[in-house]
């Protein structure tokens, strides 16, 4: 069964640092993986999708990677702004269209 | 697009009462997806649609809860009787096939309160 973590749990960092998420899942074995924002209070917002076949997605100052024989993920979010504050979340696809999503990272960018 | 439309946005109703939860996904979208977020067990998959269709519906966690999709433009999450461990806050999520990577998209969710 596919486990999903994600490290940190919570993040509180100065406005301008860049700033790396990890996401780490148990099982290898998968279709892709995608990265969401949730704000307090709201769904959530997709951010990037990578596909099993992708070393990497890039979209605007966010840059998500993908190393599927170590069972990782890393979003990178450059020059953090303070509306960048949120959680994280990444979601693992790992047989057909069953998504595990991992508990989040909550991220304060202080202005 | 609208995006995936959920309704109500807020639900209260007392405990043994039947609730029932609307979706709309995101019109050519394939698969529709019930999903239920609460603190202690963070977000879970209760059941996905593949055209219409019940493919898994593992996470569904009791006979007191119930899904269907009549059709491709229209879903909903029924509890009966609710209980108040039912509180929580449900989503639901449409996306496309293999071609776009099966990318979801969230709706804004229904916050449910049983007391």
């Known amino acids: 069964k596919q486990e999903v973590t994600q490290i940190p749990a919570a993040l509180s960092v100065p406005e301008g640092e860049n700033l790396v998420l990890n996401c780490s899942f148990t099982d290898s074995a998968i279709y892709n993986l995608q990265w969401f924002r949730q704000d307090p209070g709201k769904g959530l917002t997709s951010l990037l999708l990578?596909?099993?076949?992708?070393r990497e997605q890039t979209s605007g100052r966010l840059n998500a990677s993908l190393d599927k024989s170590s069972g990782r993920s890393t979003l990178y979010i450059a020059a953090s702004q303070p509306g960048d504050s949120a959680t994280y979340l990444c979601?693992?696809?790992?047989?057909?269209?069953?998504?595990?999503f991992g508990p989040g990272t909550r991220l304060s960018v202080l202005p | 697009d609208a995006g995936v439309i959920q309704s109500p946005r807020h639900e209260v109703t007392e405990m043994g009462q039947e609730v029932t939860l609307r979706c709309k996904p995101i019109s050519g979208h394939d698969y529709l997806f019930w999903y239920r977020q609460t603190m202690m067990r963070g977000l879970e998959l209760l059941i996905y649609?593949?055209?219409?269709?019940?493919?898994?519906d593992s996470g569904m966690p009791e006979d007191r809860f119930s899904a269907k999709m009549p059709n491709a433009s229209f879903s909903t999450l029924k509890i009966q009787p609710s209980e108040p461990r039912d509180s929580a806050v449900y989503f639901c999520?449409?996306?496309?096939?293999?071609?776009?990577?099966?990318?979801?998209?969230f709706g804004p969710g229904t916050r449910l309160t049983v007391t």
């Open positions: 999520a449409s996306s496309g096939d293999r071609e776009v990577g099966y990318e979801q998209y």
């Open positions: 979601a693992v696809n790992s047989y057909g269209q069953n998504f595990v």
């Open positions: 990578i596909q099993s076949s992708q």
């Open positions: 649609f593949n055209n219409n269709v019940p493919i898994d």
